[in-house]
């Protein structure tokens, strides 16, 4: 190893250290959660199809809905969350809702009670997100909040892995019994829980300082400023260029993966997803935000590219890295913009309103991907999801003021 990389590693270490115990808490928290809902989302439409008799277009509604629940409550309990100056209460009540809903799914007997459990896992979510990720920047000083976000989508990402992989090994020992697989994705989603309650210190000052507490209304949304809603409007774009990571998985599968394998498309994205993340994080504290940026785009134009041409699973697996990459670089970053640019008292309603709009970007991304797929097969899906990201980065680069 050189001294330049010795250097770098020890740096890398000394900033791990120095971030506070409730931005690991926190990680951990979010890992545990993703490990319970990955293993469980990577069976359930297999679940849906084959024990509840569910219908394609049956479980694309119930998909739909969920996602749909969680991008209009993210927004409103951010809000909230600056209203109340609460960011942890909204945080373990979300966390609570989510692990609630994971025994009704082993336990179901008919559609109507996945139905149910997804909306609300999804209101859970929604109720969750904000209020965290607002909690981060509360909680780690400024100068490493890059760090401090980066550290907490690697840790998630590592859940979001370990997820699917936990599912194909308990269903070669189970022996394909989904319900019994679907119970092991209960455990570490009642662990979470307890682990926020006791393992994260609110900050007294968290949410809003002295005499600005913020009213219940998404009015103050006028006072965030311009470069705010820039940002919100770059992410908007990426949205766009980056469609649903369902279509990884069908990508792989239509390149004649076995079905009990398939999963593994999303292991090989968010392991690539957990590797890049923290030291993105920690580059974005020291460097400029526009490099990692368009590094991420980079690596999502290339995904496509690589995805489209496709003519095994082995290179679908190099595009599905690729695209783990491009996540990495990009989606702790974008958190520590909203940090930079929200004021303090509005920080809550800022992470609603961004991740409503980079959710609801992805709806019609994905309905278009799912368009050109049907028409003219898997490389026009991918191939415009590479135009749109091309066109993201042309205007990264046109807008010439630091974030």
């Known amino acids: 190893m050189s001294l330049d990389n010795m250097r770098s590693s020890y740096r890398r270490a000394l900033t791990s250290r120095a971030l506070p115990a409730g931005i690991w808490a926190l990680g951990f928290v979010s890992l545990l959660m993703d490990i319970s809902s990955e293993l469980i989302h990577s069976l359930l439409p297999v679940f849906m199809a084959t024990v509840l008799g569910a219908s394609m277009t049956t479980i694309g ?37 989510g692990a609630l809903t994971k025994p009704i799914f082993p336990l ?6 996945v139905l149910a459990a997804r909306f609300i896992d999804r209101i859970g979510k929604g109720l969750r997100g904000a209020p965290r990720d607002a909690l981060v920047a509360d909680i780690a000083p400024p100068e490493l909040w890059g760090a401090a976000y980066g550290l907490r989508q690697a840790l998630d990402s590592v859940g979001a ?14 022996a394909d019994d989904l319900r ?3 119970w092991v994705g209960v ?6 829980v307890p682990l926020l309650v006791f393992g994260v210190r609110e900050p007294a000052c968290a949410g809003t300082r002295p005499g600005a507490r913020s009213r219940l209304t998404l009015a103050g949304a006028r006072r965030l400023p311009l470069r705010y809603w820039l940002i919100v409007l770059l992410g908007a774009f990426f949205a766009l260029a980056r469609f649903s990571e369902a279509f990884l998985v069908l990508r792989v599968q239509e390149l004649g993966l076995a079905l009990g394998y398939v999963p593994m498309a999303l292991v090989v994205m968010n392991v690539a997803y957990a590797a890049a993340a923290y ?19 980079a690596m999502l134009v290339a995904a496509d590219v690589v995805l489209a041409a496709a003519a095994s699973p082995s290179a679908a697996f190099v595009g599905a890295a690729l695209w783990g990459l491009h996540m990495g670089l990009t989606q702790g970053l974008f958190a520590k913009l ?34 050109l797929w049907s028409r003219f097969g ?25 974030p």
């Not at 179901?108 to 009670?113: K, L, P």
């Not at 892995?161 to 189970?174: E, I, N, R, Y």
Request: aromatic share 10%; with cysteine.
């Open 180 to 182: 019994a697989v679907l």
């Open 61 to 97: 509604l119930i998909e739909g809905v969920a996602e749909g629940a969680a991008a209009v409550t993210k927004v409103l309990s951010g809000a909230l969350s600056d209203h109340l100056g609460k960011r942890k209460l909204l945080a373990v009540f979300g966390y609570g809702l």
């Open 161 to 174: 892995f370990l997820g699917p992989l936990l599912a194909v090994a308990f269903m070669a020992w189970l």
């Open 108 to 113: 179901a007997t008919t559609i109507g009670w």
């Open 378 to 402: 898997a490389p026009a899906a991918f191939l415009s999801g590479a135009v749109f990201a091309t066109l993201a980065g042309v205007g990264l680069l046109a807008f010439r003021s630091k």
């Open 187 to 192: 455990v570490p989603a009642f662990l979470c």
């Open 279 to 297: 030291p993105a994080g920690v580059a974005a504290d020291r460097f400029s935000r526009r490099t990692p940026l368009l590094a991420g785009l």
């Open 338 to 371: 909203v940090a930079d640019t929200a004021p303090f008292e509005l920080r809550g309603t800022a992470f609603g309103i961004f991740n409503l709009v980079s959710g609801c970007a992805i709806l019609p991304a994905s309905v278009i991907a799912g368009a």
